[in-house]
């Protein structure tokens, strides 16, 4: 496939053509409306799978064992975002990048639609590489469409989560229903489709996309070729270690779950490292580098209550939330889907919101603390709903969770737009796809610190898990807004 066109569209205010943004804007967000779709529509019903009954379909785990797997799964995923933006930068250039992650998430969930528990492990596995392919270097693509000092950018960001947004709204509503009233595998198939149609509409977008540096490769064709190979060999190699330590019965689950956990607090740590080290890091860049830490930290506590949306709150719902509208009965994970669609309502109105206000809007570290708090208040409403309750079978009201949605998916489009925006101006030059990838490194560090937190979802009683859980996310939301006077000068003058 040839790359797009070089062009330049990062030239500021100049250049519009999709609701006042660049045109690239329109394809790289359609591309995340897919890959949405097909991630969160089969992460809905993943925990539901590990925890249904092998005689139902499921694969029979207990259900923190079934939370902290999916957690687990999700460290590998952003793990391996920072590959995903070395290749990138070093090999294949964006535009490649993303078209091949692309491609091996759709072959990972046709692989999932096979009933068998091995096609369940060797989907995911593709997911995971392609998922580190693409997250980070699609979102780097975004922040190449405008010139750094482009005060349409945090809009722009706003309106490319929008549109992942649409895509985690409706994939839940599918992919859920096909998985709970139809079969697990079906649910993966939709997932699937999906994929699919995200990499056609993003290969036939590709001329309003950014060239130069992004679409070509930074080796030679012949070079290239000879990486490729000696990357996938490695992965073969890996793949074929992991089946001999699991037949001698070394590689258990737990084993692999503590190991993710292990591997998610050391990876940041090494690289952040590594970019401090670096000569190719200038001295202004280093400094800038700093508070970033702190941005990032915010990431890892707020993603550590985020993406339990998927784990426990899914649990939850699934044994104790009202799922009945007029006599009919609706799957459990369309709560899923409320969140998405709660995301694509607040985020042109906080767009809208910071392109009225200007200069006047709230300084980055402002609305990443922000964030964090509405993360952390939306847990302490599960905690208030689920109070005093005890026994099998009681039933929530859904105006519970559909509050705790509002919270959390208000703060969830403040933090990771700014975030990703703060990102693309706070990364060192030399490092730009990888500085994206170390921000999707926050995420896999909240989802290894929950594979390790949730198995208490089985020892603690609901209100005091959601409780403990909510409040010390509030408390380190404050802590940021305290620290935010230190922030904005460091960042000074690039935010």
């Not at 692989?111 to 699609?138: D, E, S």
């Not at 570290?365 to 939306?378: C, D, F, P, R």
């Not at 929950?450 to 996310?473: E, I, M, P």
């Amino acid at each position: 496939m040839s790359p797009p066109p070089r062009t330049s569209q990062a030239s500021g205010p100049r250049v519009r053509g999709f609701l006042g943004h660049p045109r690239g804007l329109l394809p790289l967000s359609g591309l995340e409306v897919w890959e949405r779709f097909s991630f969160l529509g089969m992460q809905a019903i993943l925990v539901l799978y590990f925890a249904d009954s092998v005689a139902g379909g499921g694969m029979g785990m207990a259900s923190g064992t079934a939370a902290s797997v999916v957690a687990a799964y999700g460290t590998l995923v952003y793990l391996v975002s920072v590959a995903g933006g070395w290749l990138a930068d070093r090999i294949l250039g964006s535009y490649r990048a993303v078209l091949l992650g692309g491609v091996l998430i759709a072959c990972g969930h046709y692989t999932m639609a096979v009933p068998y528990p091995a096609a369940t492990w060797a989907g995911l596995g593709l997911i995971i590489v392609g998922t580190g392919l693409l997250k980070p270097n699609v979102s780097s693509m975004v922040g190449k469409l405008y010139a750094t000092e482009d005060k349409r950018r945090d809009a722009g960001f706003a309106l490319y989560y929008m549109g992942i947004n649409v895509g985690a709204f409706l994939g839940p509503l599918i992919a859920g229903w096909l998985g709970q009233k139809q079969g697990w595998h079906w649910g993966f198939s939709a997932a699937a489709v999906g994929m699919t149609l995200g990499v056609v509409q993003y290969v036939l977008g590709r001329r309003d996309l950014v060239g130069g540096k992004q679409a070509e490769f930074a080796l030679p064709p012949a070079a290239m070729r000879r990486a490729l190979w000696l990357i996938g060999g490695g992965l073969v190699a890996v793949a074929a270690l992991a089946w001999a330590l699991a037949a001698a019965g070394w590689l258990t689950m737990s084993r692999v779950v503590d190991v993710c956990s292990v591997v998610s607090v050391a990876a940041p740590i090494v690289y952040f490292g590594v970019m401090f080290r670096s000569p190719r890091v200038s001295r202004e860049e280093r400094g800038r580098l700093r508070p970033y830490i702190v941005l990032f930290a915010s990431s890892v506590v707020f993603n550590l209550v985020l993406f339990q949306s998927y784990s426990t709150v899914t649990l939850l719902a699934a044994d104790h939330a009202d799922t009945e509208i007029f006599g009919w009965e609706f799957p459990s994970t369309w709560y899923n889907s409320a969140l998405g669609l709660i995301e694509v309502l607040v985020a042109p109105v906080i767009a809208g919101i910071w392109l009225r206000m200007g200069r006047r809007q709230p300084h980055a570290s402002n609305k990443i603390a922000i964030g964090v708090v509405l993360g952390g208040l939306a847990f302490l409403v599960m905690a208030w709903a689920t109070a005093g309750r005890t026994g099998d079978h009681w039933l929530m009201a859904a105006w519970w969770i559909l509050a705790a949605y509002v919270l959390l998916g208000s703060g969830d489009v403040v933090l990771q737009s700014t975030g990703m925006s703060a990102t693309t101006k706070l990364a060192p030059a030399a490092y730009a796809n990888q500085t994206m990838a170390l921000w999707m490194l926050s995420i896999a560090l909240a989802n290894g610190i929950q594979a390790q937190t949730v198995k208490l979802y089985d020892v603690l009683s609901n209100a005091a898990y959601f409780g403990l859980n909510g409040a010390v996310t509030v408390v380190l939301g404050i802590a940021v807004m305290a620290a935010a006077p230190w922030l904005r000068r460091t960042m000074h003058p690039v935010h």
